[in-house]
């Protein structure tokens, strides 16, 4: 489970990022048998994707820390009422 926690943390504000800008990034048309080619703007892409993805990853970090520094304490009060 923590796997695929760890695979969505990294992935999701992609896909979150891509869908919200699911507009013409790509123009596939190629009737005329130009290649395909990518809109100006997909720059905007990169600089909303990764700083989001850093953020999500960064929290997650700060959040796993924080809950493994609370059970260590409750297994150190577990053991010393023993």
């Known amino acids: 489970m923590k796997t695929i926690a760890i695979l969505t943390i990294v992935f999701l504000p992609g896909t979150f990022v891509a869908s919200?800008?699911?507009?013409?990034m790509f123009d596939w048309n190629t009737e005329n048998g130009s290649i395909?080619?990518?809109?100006k703007y997909?720059?905007?892409y990169w600089v909303v994707t990764v700083p989001l993805t850093l953020l999500v990853?960064?929290?997650w970090a700060v959040?796993?820390?924080k809950d493994f520094a609370k059970r260590r304490r409750e297994d150190?009060?577990?053991y010393s009422e023993k």
């Open 76 to 78: 150190g009060k577990i």
């Open 63 to 65: 959040w796993s820390k």
């Open 36 to 39: 395909p080619k990518v809109s």
């Open 20 to 24: 919200l800008f699911s507009t013409d």
């Open 57 to 59: 990853m960064i929290t």
């Open 42 to 44: 997909i720059w905007i």
